[in-house]
């Protein structure tokens, strides 16, 4: 794949996520009833560093947890004869909190609806809602983010990569064709 653009650098990605950590902040007003459930791979530590912000602005800290949707994915026969199965680490009760699901790139709302659909094992949260670093439309499910860092258009044939620290050694968001 040949890159096409760099969509953001390590500056706008932490720009983007302290306007999200403020977002969530203005909008649910008890924190100590907000928690943030990261969807493994680049969901998990988006949204420890979104719990980060958070806390920097308020003092408050915020739950998170670490969600592995594979055994609720609509395509996984389709995706590999083996799946790789990881833990989910949700170490506190999602009753009657309101859980943000957080993930790197919202495409075809797929991933979000099998990442809903975990959840629900554990609990009935009061309210379920999504934030994305990247929201790059081509949705297959009635499904939006409530918080999202860049809003990027793209072709079906196009690639959205997200790099983090923690998993890639750099931050930043490149476009491939």
């Known amino acids: 794949m040949e890159i096409k653009a760099q969509i953001m650098d390590a500056v706008a990605v932490n720009r983007a996520l302290m306007r999200i950590a403020h977002e969530i ?37 915020v739950a998170t947890g670490i969600l592995d949707i594979t055994l609720y994915r609509d395509d996984l026969g389709i995706i590999r004869e083996h799946p790789v199965i990881n833990s989910t680490e949700i170490p506190f009760s999602v009753m009657d909190k309101t859980l943000v699901i957080v993930d790197d790139v919202l495409y075809t709302g797929r991933t979000v609806r099998a990442a809903i659909n975990a959840v629900l094992e554990y609990g009935r949260p009061k309210r379920i809602k999504l934030a994305v670093l990247i929201d790059r439309g081509h949705r ?38």
């Open 25 to 61: 902040i203005e909008q649910n007003g008890e924190l100590s009833a907000l928690a943030l459930v990261g969807v493994r791979t680049r969901g998990v530590p988006l949204s420890k560093r979104i719990a980060e912000n958070i806390k920097s602005v308020t003092g408050e800290e």
């Open 140 to 177: 297959e499910l009635p499904i939006r983010a409530d918080y999202f860092g860049k809003n990027i258009p793209t072709s079906k044939s196009e690639k959205v990569v997200v790099a983090l620290t923690e998993i890639d050694g750099r931050d930043g968001v490149d476009l491939f064709k």
